[in-house]
């Protein structure tokens, strides 16, 4: 894991105005666990940083350092859509990316 971890969590939880207790509550981990991911003291498994990395709304490769995208990812999706599809398609596609969002965020 790297070293930015820690510092990437701390940083787009603030960024998404989000406590310990929520993030933890949509990870569905232990708010202590994720303190400890915060500073540092303990290293998610790779399955730890894919329900965090959704619990946040963004991509794993970002809490990796792998990636300076922090955009929610459903905004991310949006130029993959562009000139692709009949439009009723395209309209479905966002559709679902934003249920998908709003879902995380609940």
Do not use: H, W
Not at 37 to 56: H, M, Q, W, Y
Not at 76 to 97: H, Q, T, Y
């Amino acid at each position: 894991m790297t070293d930015d971890l820690p510092k990437r969590l701390k940083k787009i939880r603030g960024a998404r105005k989000l406590t310990q207790e929520a993030v933890a509550e949509r990870a569905g981990i232990r708010p202590s666990a994720l303190c400890r991911f915060e500073n540092g003291v303990r290293t998610p498994s790779v399955n730890d940083v894919k329900i965090l990395a959704v619990a946040l709304n963004v991509s794993a490769d970002y809490l990796l350092g792998l990636s300076l995208d922090a955009s929610p990812l459903e905004l991310r999706a949006e130029p993959l859509l562009n000139g692709v599809g009949r439009d009723d398609d395209i309209n479905l596609l966002k559709s679902f990316i934003k249920m998908l969002s709003e879902r995380a965020d609940a």
